[in-house]
C-alpha cells in the first residue's frame, strides 16, 4: 500500500519546482534541448520522489503540458 500523499509538502515542492523553472529558462532559454532536459529530469524527481502518486503524475504531467503551450504560444506569436 502506497504511503499517503503530503499534500502541503507537495505543493511546496511545486511553488519551488516554479521558481526553479524560471531560473532555468533565464539560463539557458526556451528553445534549449538543456532546459527541456531538465524539466524532464526535475518533473521526474518529483514524481518518484512521491514514488509516483497517480495525483503527482498527472499534476506534473499537465504543468509541463501547460508550458509546452505557453512557450509555443510565445514562439508563435513571436513570428507574426
Request: hydrophobic content about 45%; glycine content about 4%; charged content about 30%.
Amino acid at each position: 500500500m502506497d504511503r499517503k500523499l503530503d499534500y502541503k509538502a507537495f505543493y511546496d515542492d511545486i511553488v519551488a519546482w516554479i521558481a526553479d523553472v524560471n531560473m532555468a529558462v533565464m539560463r539557458a532559454g526556451p528553445d534549449s534541448s538543456e532546459f527541456w532536459i531538465w524539466i524532464a529530469d526535475s518533473s521526474g524527481f518529483i514524481c518518484r520522489k512521491y514514488n509516483d502518486n497517480r495525483l503527482v503524475v498527472k499534476q506534473m504531467v499537465m504543468l509541463v503540458e501547460w508550458m509546452e503551450e505557453v512557450f509555443e504560444q510565445r514562439k508563435n506569436k513571436g513570428a507574426n
